[in-house]
């Protein structure tokens, strides 16, 4: 029986609360979840903030690369992650690879526009006191403090 661990700062946890996946068609159970605790999401939240700025310095082309190789990485595994939706979700074969294929492109999608994450610049001139001025606007990466 397969143990999907949760992956938090970069190394797997060991919780002790584990879930079943059961199989629909059988009704066995296939796989354990881990349930993450309290402790697990706030030390996964103190991660993303402590590597924020980073990665918020991060290059487009770096960005993009790693979201490629997320997409890659999925489609190595395309087969086993079917055949988990397949069991864990009920789902047919066909329609399990079909949403498989679309994680890949989705992935693929979000490469390619990381790359055009850009700001634009806006012409003033609608305003009596804008003309002959152009604005823009950048975006970036921000934190929203809870």
């Known amino acids: 029986m397969k143990l999907y ?3 938090v700062d970069g ?9 079943p996946v059961i199989d629909k068609f ?5 796989g354990q ?3 993450a605790s309290k402790r697990t999401v706030l030390h996964a ?6 590597t924020f700025p980073a990665y918020s310095r991060m290059p487009a082309h ?7 190789k997320a997409a890659d990485l999925i489609e190595q595994r395309k087969d086993e992650i079917a055949k988990v939706i397949c069991r864990e979700a009920g789902k047919a074969w066909k329609y399990s690879v079909g949403e498989v294929a679309r994680s890949v492109e989705t992935f693929r999608f979000a490469a390619e526009e990381a790359k ?6 806006i012409p003033l001139d609608a305003s009596a006191t ?9 975006r970036v990466p921000v934190v929203i403090k809870p």
Request: aromatic residues 8%; hydrophobic residues 40%; charged residues 30%.
């Open 26 to 30: 059988t009704g066995k159970t296939f």
């Open 11 to 19: 190394k797997r946890v060991k919780e002790k609360e584990l879930l």
């Open 62 to 68: 770096q960005r993009s690369k790693i979201l490629a």
């Open 5 to 7: 661990r949760l992956f």
């Open 45 to 50: 939240i103190k991660a993303a903030h402590r």
């Open 130 to 138: 804008g003309g002959g001025r152009v604005g823009f606007y950048l």
């Open 33 to 35: 979840v881990a349930v």
């Open 116 to 121: 055009r994450i850009h700001g634009e610049t």
